[in-house]
């Protein structure tokens, strides 16, 4: 797997893989390429465009979610203070006044006049302040190319395929359409994730997460078996059983058709030595085996074990 683009962290993590049911995607970072950019800025307040894009730049600092390299062009606003919400946004303060950006829930808390959301399709974040809504900021993301292609081979191999989202915005239940995926959930929060997750498994299902962001390190940690993509942070690789080192979705279902085929190999070389077993002990010891050929026989058939193993490298 490693010779393959893949970082196992245990033989454990390819058992789970190799019987698992659903098969559990976050959108931003990971079916999409995560690298956003702005597309448009709905003013709402007396802030002018440069203003609000360097109030999000200076928050969007302290926060390692993708939305943040969409600012890291834009020269930032001084902040006295600024704290990561995780799932939900960043808050900060200057000298007069105290600032959010993120979720409508999560601005809204602050700044119950927020606007609707805007309704085109880009992903879009909101920025008030503590008197006043001052902006909606929609980012453009792209699709990853190869994640049609992974969620169709997932589903042949008869996987049910979700997608779990964070994003409020109608580009959830859009990409699962186009994407053609079994069930999406948008809006979540990382505890809403894993308590579906949870539901999942008490329900008999054998979950595997895909995700990349701090939000994902819960889910990915509480699902049977999980996969942290490239560009993934930190809290994420260390919760995920593999890492996908090049970004490239199509590792993922590489990686389940290792872990199918090792079980498979595995039975059939606990096959061959309960077979082996069963038919050279009685002989041995009843005598009929001479001791130099029981040790003889023994070696071949750990060779031939070793031998068929070695077939996972093709």
């Known amino acids: 797997l490693r010779r393959r683009g893949v970082l196992a962290r245990g033989e454990n ?10 098969l559990v995607f976050d959108k931003t970072g990971t079916l999409t390429t995560g690298t956003l950019r702005v597309h448009s800025v709905r003013l709402l307040g007396e802030l002018d465009r440069e203003q609000v ?25 001084a902040l006295d203070s600024a ?36 309704t085109e399709d880009l992903v879009w974040v909101a920025l008030v302040r503590e008197d006043a809504p001052l ?12 994640a049609r292609e992974i969620v169709g081979h997932a589903q042949a191999c008869g996987l049910q395929v979700e997608l779990l989202t964070g994003d409020h915005s109608p580009r959830g239940p859009a990409l699962a359409r186009t994407l053609g995926m079994d069930a999406e959930r948008h809006g979540q929060t990382p505890e809403d994730k894993l308590r579906h997750v949870h539901a999942l498994q008490d329900a008999g299902a054998v979950v595997c997460m ?19 993509v490239a560009g993934s942070s930190d809290l994420a690789r260390s919760q995920a059983d593999f890492v996908v080192l090049d970004g ?17 190999i595995i039975r059939q070389n606990f096959a061959w030595a309960l077979l082996y077993n ?21 070696s071949l058939s750990s060779l031939l074990v070793v031998g068929n193993s070695l077939r996972l490298r093709r």
């Open 135 to 146: 902006a909606w900021i929609g980012l453009q993301d792209t699709t990853r190319p190869e």
């Open 83 to 118: 704290e990561l919400h995780v799932g939900a946004g960043v808050a900060g303060r200057d000298s007069r006044f105290r600032y959010r950006m993120g979720s409508a829930a999560f601005c809204s808390e602050m700044t119950p006049g927020l606007a609707q959301q805007p």
């Open 53 to 77: 894009l360097t109030l999000c730049s200076a928050l969007q600092q302290h926060s390692s979610h993708p939305i943040a390299s969409a600012f890291d062009d834009v020269l930032p606003a």
């Open 248 to 264: 490239n979705l199509g590792r993922i279902e590489e990686t389940l058709r290792v872990a199918r085929r090792c079980r498979v």
């Open 13 to 22: 993590a390819l058992e789970s893989l190799a019987q698992c049911t659903h």
């Open 278 to 298: 069963i038919s050279a002990i009685p002989l041995a010891a009843a005598g009929f085996v001479p001791p130099w050929v029981a040790a003889l026989g023994m």
């Open 210 to 228: 895909v995700g990349d962001g701090v939000n994902d390190g819960p889910v990915l940690g509480g699902a049977d078996t999980s996969f942290a």
